[in-house]
Nanobody, 125 residues
C-alpha cells in the first residue's frame, strides 16, 4: 500500500504563488506515475498535472500550462506542484495521486490507485 500525504495548501492572493508537496511512503515511489488533481465545490475532480516515474515527461491541463510546474524527487519520495500566477478559479482541494508505471501518462482519475487526503488552496476573487 502506498500512502500519500499532501502539504502546503493555504490562502493566497490572486497573482501570488504557492507550493504543494506530496510525500509518499510504503512502496517504491519511483515505480509510480504521479499526478495532481483538483476538485472545486460542486465540480468533478479534474486533472492538473502529471509526471512520469523518472521525471523526464510532464503533462499539464491547458488551464494551468505555463503557470504550474510539477516535479519529483525520487530520493525523497516526494512530488511537488509549484503554482504561480494564481487565479480565483484555481481555488479547490488539491489531491496527489499515484498510478502504476505505464508508457502513457494518464490524465483521468481512474488509473490512479492511490490518493492523498487533499489540501485546500484558496485564491479569493
Amino acid at each position: 500500500q502506498l500512502q500519500l500525504v499532501e502539504s502546503g495548501g493555504g490562502l493566497m492572493q490572486a497573482g501570488g504563488s504557492l507550493g504543494l508537496a506530496c510525500a509518499a511512503s510504503g512502496r517504491t515511489f519511483s515505480s509510480y506515475t504521479m499526478a495532481w488533481f483538483r476538485q472545486a465545490p460542486g465540480k468533478e475532480r479534474e486533472f492538473v498535472a502529471a509526471i512520469s516515474w523518472g521525471g523526464s515527461r510532464t503533462y499539464y491541463a491547458d488551464s494551468v500550462k505555463g503557470r504550474f510546474t510539477i516535479t519529483r524527487d525520487n530520493a525523497k519520495s516526494t512530488v511537488y506542484l509549484q503554482m504561480n500566477s494564481l487565479k480565483p478559479e484555481d481555488t479547490a482541494v488539491y489531491y496527489c495521486a499515484a498510478a502504476d508505471r505505464s508508457p502513457q501518462i494518464p490524465t483521468t482519475p481512474r488509473p490512479y490507485n492511490y490518493w492523498g487526503q487533499g489540501t485546500q488552496v484558496t485564491v479569493p476573487s
